[in-house]
C-alpha cells in the first residue's frame, strides 16, 4: 500500500508568511496527487489537482511543486482565510491521504 | 451547481449495520465515478470505498473491505455505503465525493456514530 507521510503536523504561522507543507510518497505515484484546504465544520475544498495544477477560484498565492516523491503545496503572503486544515491525496494507486497539517496563528 | 448531500447517518450499536445514500445532481452522474470518504473526530482523512461510472467495478482499503459495499443506482443519481460489523473505529463524518481522479466535488458530511 502506498503511504503518504505529511509534514509538519501542526504549524504555528503569522500572517504575510510563506508556509510550505510537504507529503513524501512511499512509492511512484507520478502526477496523481491533489491538495485540499478544510476549514473546521466545513467539507474538504480542492485547491491543486496533479500535483502543480491550481483549482478554479482558488487564488494564485496558492502553488503545487513536485521534486522527485516529494509533494508540496506553497502558501504565498498567508492571509487570515488560510488558516485552516491541509491534506494531500495520492491516487494513482487506490486512494491515500497524508495525515494532514493544521495552520495555527502565532 | 453540483450538489451531493448525504443522508442516513446517525447512532448504532457495535456489530449493526447502517446504509448511507448520498443523492448527486448537476452533474451527468453515470459518467464518473464516486467515493466515500471519512474522517473520525479531530482526524484527518481516510479513504473508504470508490466505484466506477457504471458500477462494475469497486475498491475499498484493508480496514473496511468484506465488511462496507459501495454501490450505486444511475437511474436515480445516487450513491450507497453498506456498512455492516460496524466497530467503535468506525465513528465518523463520511462524506461522498465525485471521484474519477478529482475529488472536485464533496458533499457536507453526515456523522455514523457507533457506540452501544
Known amino acids: 500500500d502506498i503511504q503518504m507521510t505529511q509534514s509538519p503536523s501542526s504549524m504555528s504561522v503569522s500572517l504575510g508568511d510563506t508556509v510550505t507543507i510537504t507529503c513524501r510518497a512511499s512509492q511512484d505515484v507520478g502526477i496523481y496527487v491533489n491538495w485540499f484546504q478544510q476549514k473546521p465544520g466545513k467539507s474538504p475544498r480542492r485547491m491543486i489537482y496533479?500535483?502543480?495544477n491550481l483549482a478554479d477560484g482558488v487564488p494564485s498565492r496558492f502553488s503545487g511543486s513536485r521534486s522527485g516523491s516529494d509533494y508540496s503545496l506553497t502558501i504565498s503572503s498567508l492571509e487570515s482565510e488560510d488558516v485552516a486544515d491541509y491534506h494531500c491525496l495520492q491516487y494513482d494507486e487506490y486512494r491515500t491521504f497524508g495525515g494532514g497539517t493544521k495552520l495555527e496563528l502565532k | 451547481e453540483v450538489q451531493l448531500v448525504e443522508s442516513g447517518g446517525g447512532l448504532v450499536q457495535p456489530g449493526r449495520s447502517l446504509k448511507l445514500s448520498c443523492a448527486a445532481s448537476g452533474f451527468t452522474f453515470s459518467s464518473f465515478a464516486m467515493a466515500w470518504v471519512r474522517q473520525a473526530p479531530k482526524k484527518g482523512l481516510e479513504w473508504v470505498a470508490t466505484?466506477?461510472?457504471?458500477?462494475?467495478?469497486?475498491y475499498y482499503p484493508d480496514s473496511v473491505k468484506g465488511r462496507f459495499t459501495i454501490s450505486r443506482d444511475n437511474a436515480k443519481s445516487t450513491l450507497y455505503l453498506q456498512m455492516d460489523s460496524l466497530r467503535s473505529e468506525d465513528t465518523a463524518t463520511y462524506y461522498c465525493a465525485k471521484d474519477h481522479n478529482n475529488f472536485d466535488y464533496w458533499g457536507q458530511g453526515v456523522m455514523v456514530t457507533v457506540s452501544s
Open positions: 466505484i466506477t461510472s457504471g458500477g462494475s467495478n469497486t
Open positions: 496533479r500535483a502543480t
